[in-house]
């Protein structure tokens, strides 16, 4: 019979022992399954909540706990970072069981995940502009929290929904404003001023409402349309006198996001990649919006 060396055999011996020492544990039931992801998720281990409630949901799909873990599911994706899988397990839960007590929850997960599903790591961490990001995500958020609203009016959700669409709405409108800003540049003046009217119906009571009218004055202004003009800065000047574009007897400043509209040749034929002007455009979110502090993390169901 061989005889290992003693040092093979220590090193044999470490290499088992550090082996079992990195699996997870074992999980034989059902309820030590769900316990044992219901400890993870309050300790904010949300990868290997997500393993087990997957675990329970695979082995036990007709359990006492599986629609439970299901919701849990759905919140253990969301705070891993993977609101894909949130989305996914949300819009499955609300098929196979849209009579549930808890199915408000589903929805409303499936608004605060659609909202958070193009950020990248750094967007994240270190402050953005959000109303310069694609605003996909945040239609689809806004989607799914007026679903939720019109089939759950007195959701214990529906106060923070209710928040959370005046945000993406504002969000909205500021990006439509952004948009007009660079037509504008771009001496696409009948899409710029559309922009604003844009705004003016569809996002009203938002803070880009003065910039939306200035949009619509600058525009119609340009291109000789001064009836329209008239009546737009009326608005403006009677709703929002301080506004910057005018001066202090109410009149109009062109100059203030357009300049004096001369172009270059040179920018006329390079359609402003060169020669660019760049003028300020409009956007008076620090003295028209206040400061809006999104709601806290959600809690479980």
């Given at each position: 019979?061989?005889?290992?060396?003693?040092?093979?055999?220590?090193?044999?011996?470490l290499?088992v022992?550090?082996?079992?020492?990195?699996?997870?544990p074992?999980?034989?039931?059902?309820?030590?399954?769900?316990?044992?992801a219901?400890?993870?998720?309050?300790?904010?281990?949300?990868?290997?909540?997500?393993?087990?409630?997957?675990?329970?949901?695979?082995n036990?799909?007709?359990?006492?706990?599986?629609?439970?873990?299901q919701?849990?599911?759905?919140?253990?994706?969301?705070?891993?970072?993977?609101?894909?899988?949130?989305?996914?397990?949300?819009?499955?839960?609300?098929?196979?069981?849209?009579?549930?007590?808890?199915?408000?929850?589903?929805?409303?997960?499936?608004?605060?995940?659609?909202?958070?599903?193009?950020?990248?790591?750094?967007e994240?961490?270190?402050?953005?502009?959000?109303?310069?990001?694609?605003?996909g995500?945040?239609?689809?958020?806004?989607?799914?929290?007026?679903?939720?609203?019109?089939?759950?009016?007195?959701?214990?959700?529906?106060?923070?929904?209710?928040?959370?669409?005046?945000?993406?709405?504002?969000?909205?409108?500021?990006?439509?404003i952004?948009?007009?800003?660079?037509?504008?540049?771009?001496?696409?003046?009948?899409?710029?001023?559309?922009?604003?009217?844009?705004?003016?119906?569809?996002?009203?009571?938002?803070?880009?409402?003065?910039?939306?009218?200035?949009?619509?004055?600058?525009?119609?202004?340009?291109?000789?349309?001064?009836?329209?003009?008239?009546?737009?800065?009326?608005?403006?000047?009677?709703?929002y006198?301080?506004h910057?574009?005018?001066?202090?007897?109410?009149?109009?400043?062109?100059?203030y996001?357009?300049?004096?509209?001369?172009?270059?040749?040179?920018?006329?034929?390079?359609?402003?990649?060169?020669?660019?002007?760049?003028?300020?455009?409009?956007?008076?979110?620090?003295?028209?919006?206040?400061?809006?502090?999104?709601?806290?993390?959600?809690?479980?169901?």
């Open positions: 019979m061989r005889v290992l060396h003693p040092l093979l055999l220590s090193a044999l011996l290499l022992g550090c082996s079992s020492a990195n699996k997870e074992k999980y034989t039931s059902e309820a030590d399954l769900y316990h044992a219901e400890s993870q998720l309050q300790r904010s281990q949300w990868e290997t909540a997500v393993r087990n409630l997957q675990s329970l949901e695979e036990f799909p007709f359990g006492t706990y599986a629609e439970q873990a919701l849990e599911l759905i919140y253990a994706y969301f705070m891993s970072g993977q609101p894909d899988a949130a989305i996914a397990t949300a819009n499955r839960f609300i098929r196979l069981h849209p009579q549930h007590r808890n199915v408000d929850y589903a929805y409303y997960m499936m608004g605060l995940s659609a909202y958070d599903k193009d950020k990248g790591m750094f994240r961490v270190l402050p953005t502009d959000l109303t310069m990001r694609d605003p995500p945040a239609r689809e958020s806004l989607a799914n929290f007026s679903q939720l609203l019109t089939r759950y009016p007195d959701s214990p959700y529906a106060t923070d929904a209710r928040k959370r669409m005046l945000y993406l709405r504002s969000l909205l409108a500021r990006y439509e952004h948009v007009a800003n660079y037509y504008f540049k771009r001496g696409a003046y009948v899409a710029a001023t559309n922009r604003g009217r844009y705004v003016l119906e569809n996002y009203p009571q938002t803070p880009a409402i003065p910039d939306a009218l200035a949009v619509m004055v600058q525009g119609y202004r340009i291109l000789g349309l001064q009836e329209s003009a008239d009546q737009s800065l009326a608005i403006l000047r009677d709703n006198p301080s910057p574009v005018l001066n202090s007897s109410g009149e109009f400043n062109e100059r996001s357009y300049g004096d509209g001369k172009r270059s040749w040179v920018n006329r034929i390079t359609f402003g990649l060169f020669e660019k002007s760049e003028p300020p455009g409009f956007d008076t979110r620090e003295q028209y919006d206040p400061v809006y502090q999104r709601p806290p993390r959600p809690g479980r169901s």
